[in-house]
């Protein structure tokens, strides 16, 4: 059985290997979730919208280092609520 410290082992290999900094590794990981929102049938200003809570997760976890993961499940969800109160001001 595995734990979720493991899955570090993941994104340190992902950096290593694939974009050589965490920068990198997340502005491509940004970039896949807006192209497959795109993709979905959203438009732009809806994309950026809901991927501006990823964005300020990763700017997050930058400056104030690692944190667990229930710390960042709930970042990631504070961030959604953000993003339907944005869309409900925009409509």
Do not use: C
């Amino acid at each position: 059985m595995t734990n979720f410290e493991n899955l570090g082992l993941i994104f340190e290999n992902l950096v290593k290997y694939f974009t050589f900094s965490y920068a990198a590794l997340a502005g491509v990981i940004l970039i896949i979730f807006a192209i497959i929102l795109l993709q979905r049938g959203f438009d732009f200003k809806y994309t950026t919208i809901f991927s501006m809570p990823i964005l300020f997760g990763f700017i997050y976890k930058g400056w104030f280092g690692t944190t667990s993961w229930i710390g960042n499940a709930i970042l990631i969800i504070a961030g959604l609520f953000y993003a339907v109160a944005i869309l409900q001001i925009f409509k």
